[in-house]
């Protein structure tokens, strides 16, 4: 079949209303006119508002010439992130056309996550990102968080021209299913995208992917299934197969789907969410060393995704890669810059987990992580200039790099400025501030200060049950992370002697886990329950009963509330009876 | 910075470059249209040039990347018509001024025909094949798609003086790319190299050339499994 020679430039083409056929030209020519009106009422174009961001003003301007010459009447200009967003809230714009990259500051790709969640965008407009296309990863990464379509640069007037109309069309079809979409209404969702692959073969991909997923939502596995298997039967298709592991997944078959998942991803590596449906499998198989690797894969394909790298980190650190998991939020806080990602806890928590490091690396490493934390200081003092946290954390982090004598002057001066000024505006403290001010006065064995910090935040954070747990174990433990786990692992020991009553041998490993964390109220009590085991044998000392009495003291921080405290109470009870 | 970063930054860069020389060339071809039209002609040409260097780039880092493993194609379903018309529409300014005529025919009638493709790895294909037949055609360029055997099937037929010799069997050497003669065959190769990625069970994709026995013009055909 031959659908039509003619003369000059001329492509024949399905679009919307049957079939039209459209000359190329940039003088836009009466049948790509003919092309419009066949798809929308032509004249609808001059309603429609446009927003064109470039960081590049000569670059904005080609692209506005080519929209107005397209029918368009506003086209509206920015240059970056903040003027673009500014506009969004004053118009409401129909078609946005933005760059990728857009200078210092967000990029384009943040900047549509931005507005999805400020609601800036409405469900009938549609966002069309740029890039250059020799950068795939930016290209997966961006397409991660599906823009309605991407254009890659350089394009003439006429690429611009056909993604508009397939564009508009392609919304106009999906409008309703996207509607049922956003109201989760699956069994409708169902419907309509039957109807679409049924009806319109160019969106037949998107169309299945929504039907299955809306058969997945309603439970219907073997209807999902059946329907993929139908689909493989015909020829491999890399999203088909994908969605046939995930739904292993739910029927709690994670090998099953390890394994498939695996060999899709062999076939298909920029096949984005499999990697995390494998993650999936491989976290409900407890393979955390794996899940680590897959985690790194992916985001060697796709390095933006900021969800990828915040679930790397966790991951890293169940994993004791304690280096890998700060090399994730050094990332993470790159990522972050400028965006609505970027946090003065995020710096913090940073920071804190550098310094946590650096107790157990080697010396080159904990070189470069004293560069690290000045660095990542003083970014956070840039990015927040003004915030009383990020002034607060910064001085409490001079304190803890000073290697100044317990009794220096301005050590001594320094210390007592910052505890003063930790209660002011106190409302305004976020939780990591206080709990590394806290941690700076332990560390600074200051422990009045720092229990009286605690209690005065355990107020402040009284709605936040985890900060205050958190706070309760600083208190309890106010020592680095290294020496936390020797700890651990010495009081576990020690029990393990007592249970066997060999309470002698057990008091040994008690008494160097408190050498290491002389506040722990579990390793306190364990010393003192086995040195009065010991004295049911062995007779009452009184040297060891003074010596038993001045440690368990040490818990008068304890509150009523507790799971230790009625423990403490009784035990100190019988020592002093004793 | 690794090699392939280096690279890719310099592509950017170049591409970047042919971006901004080729905007200026519009413009001059906006003042000399109707006035000096050979002129205008021969800036087509230099336009076409640029595109050649353009696909150079690609077709270097693309090589670099499929020796280094780390090329990935990402295939999905998509209208075998919108893959042509997108490769097709970059150059319609050109053709427009070169009076070549451009046709998509669909030999089956399946003029809806999707493919399970890598669309962008596709249009770069096309695009590169009509960069050189645009140089050598003399009046039009015709697309037929049809689904043959079950392979899509992608012919683009030119009026030009076909192939020659040398070149009919270019991809069939044990040393397809050749520095004797002028052209090197480097862009055939690539394209040849993107249609093998194209696998379905043993199938596995490719091209041919010939040049057809009436009107002598050179044939192109890219077949996918």
Redesign the interface.
């Known amino acids: ?14 679009l919307l209303s049957g ?1 039209v056929h459209f000359g ?3 003088g836009m020519g009466a049948l790509i006119e003919e092309a419009y009106r066949s798809y929308m009422d032509f004249s609808d174009l001059k309603h429609k508002k446009v927003l064109v961001i470039d960081d590049f003003a000569n670059v904005r301007k ?1 692209i506005r010439t080519m929209l107005l010459d397209l029918g368009f009447q506003t086209v509206n200009e920015a240059g970056d992130g903040n003027s673009a967003t500014k506009l969004m809230r004053e118009t409401k714009h129909d078609l946005v056309l933005c760059d990728f990259n857009l200078g210092k500051g967000r990029d384009g790709m943040r900047l549509l996550e931005e507005w999805r969640l400020l609601n800036l965008l409405a469900p009938e407009a549609l966002f069309v990102l740029i890039t ?4 795939r990863d930016i290209v ?1 990464s961006a397409l991660e968080i599906e823009p309605d379509d991407y254009l ?5 007037m ?2 611009l021209s ?1 993604r508009m109309m ?1 564009l508009f069309e392609r919304r106009q079809i999906m409008l309703p299913l996207l509607a049922a979409l956003d109201k989760k209404d699956w069994p409708i969702v169902a419907r309509i995208a039957r109807e679409v692959n049924d009806q319109h ?2 969106y ?2 998107a169309a299945q992917k929504y039907f299955v997923e809306a058969l997945i939502q309603q439970n219907h596995l073997t209807e999902a299934e059946s329907f993929l298997y139908g689909l493989l039967g015909k ?5 088909a197969q994908t969605y046939l592991h995930r739904i292993e997944l739910l029927q709690d078959k994670p090998d099953s789907a390890e394994k498939g998942l695996k060999a899709v991803l062999q076939r ?4 984005m969410v499999a990697y995390d449906y494998l993650v999936n499998a491989l976290q409900a198989q407890d393979k955390g060393e794996e899940v680590q690797f897959w985690l790194e894969q992916a985001i060697a ?1 796709a390095p933006r995704n900021i969800n990828r790298q915040q679930h790397l980190v966790a991951v890293a650190q169940e994993n004791l890669d304690l280096q890998r998991a700060n090399l994730a939020q050094r990332d993470l806080l790159n990522l972050a810059a400028d965006t609505m990602h970027e946090s003065l806890g995020r710096f913090q928590t940073y920071i804190k987990d550098l310094q946590h490091e650096a107790g157990s690396c080697d010396e080159v490493r904990r070189k470069e992580i004293q560069r690290e934390i000045t660095n990542a200081g003083k970014r956070m003092l840039e990015s927040f200039p003004s915030d009383h946290n990020a002034r607060l954390f910064s001085k409490a982090l001079q304190i803890q790099k000073s290697n100044a004598k317990s009794d220096d002057v301005r050590y001594v001066r320094s210390l007592k400025v910052l505890f003063e000024e930790s209660f002011e505006d106190i409302d305004e403290l976020i939780p990591e501030t206080a709990i590394f001010l806290a941690e700076t006065f332990y560390l600074a064995k200051r422990f009045d200060e720092g229990d009286e910090m605690v209690r005065r935040f355990k107020i402040c954070f009284s709605h936040l049950p985890q900060v205050v747990s958190t706070l309760n174990s600083l208190q309890a433990e106010p020592i680095p992370v290294s020496a936390r786990k020797e700890a651990k692992e010495l009081n576990s020991q020690g029990i393990d002697l007592y249970r066997r009553h060999e309470y002698s041998a057990s008091i040994q490993f008690f008494e160097r886990a408190i050498s290491l964390s002389p506040r722990h109220p579990g390793i306190i009590l364990n010393f003192v329950q086995s040195h009065l085991m010991q004295m049911k044998s062995d007779g009452k000392n009184r040297t060891v009963i003074e010596m038993c009495l001045d440690t368990i003291r040490r818990l008068h921080y304890l509150s009523d509330e507790h799971y230790q405290y009625e423990r403490y109470q009784k035990m100190l009870g019988n020592l002093e009876k004793l | 910075m690794d090699i392939q970063t280096i690279m890719a930054a310099t592509v950017h860069d170049v591409k970047n470059s042919l971006g901004l020389i080729d905007s200026q060339l519009n413009d001059v071809i906006k003042r000399l249209d109707g006035s000096d039209r050979d002129s205008a002609q021969e800036i087509r040409l230099i336009q076409l040039e640029c595109n050649r260097i353009n696909n150079g780039m690609v077709h270097m880092l693309g090589f670099y990347k499929l020796d280094q493993g780390t090329f990935s194609p990402s295939f999905a379903e998509a209208m075998v018509a919108d893959v042509v018309v997108d490769a097709a529409s970059r150059y319609t300014e050109m053709l427009l001024s070169l009076g070549v005529s451009l046709t998509i025919r669909f030999p089956d009638g399946d003029d809806e025909c999707i493919w399970y493709l890598d669309a962008n790895l596709i249009e770069g294909l096309l695009g590169n094949i009509l960069t050189n037949s645009i140089r050598h055609t003399k009046s039009q360029l015709i697309f037929d798609i049809a689904v043959i055997d079950g392979w899509l099937n992608i012919r683009m037929t030119d009026d030009g003086a076909g192939f020659p010799e040398a070149m009919l069997t270019i991809l069939e050497q044990p040393e397809p790319l050749s520095f004797q003669s002028g052209a090197t065959g480097l862009g055939l190769y690539f394209c040849q190299e993107i249609a093998k990625l194209h696998t379905n069970k043993e199938r596995k994709g490719f091209i041919s050339l010939s040049n057809n026995e009436q009107t002598l013009g050179a044939v192109f055909n890219l077949w996918l499994p």
Do not use: D, H
Not at chain 1, 132 to 135: C, D, I, K, L, V
Not at chain 1, 235 to 239: E, S, T
Not at chain 1, 268 to 271: A, K, L, R
């Open positions: 079949m031959i659908l039509r020679l003619a003369s000059q430039i001329l492509l024949s083409y399905r079939f190329l030209n940039l080609a250059g296309e020799t950068a997966i890659t640069k350089p394009f003439t006429e690429v056909i397939r073969p160019r037949r991909s020829r491999y298709q890399c999203w298909s590596p920029n096949e394909r």
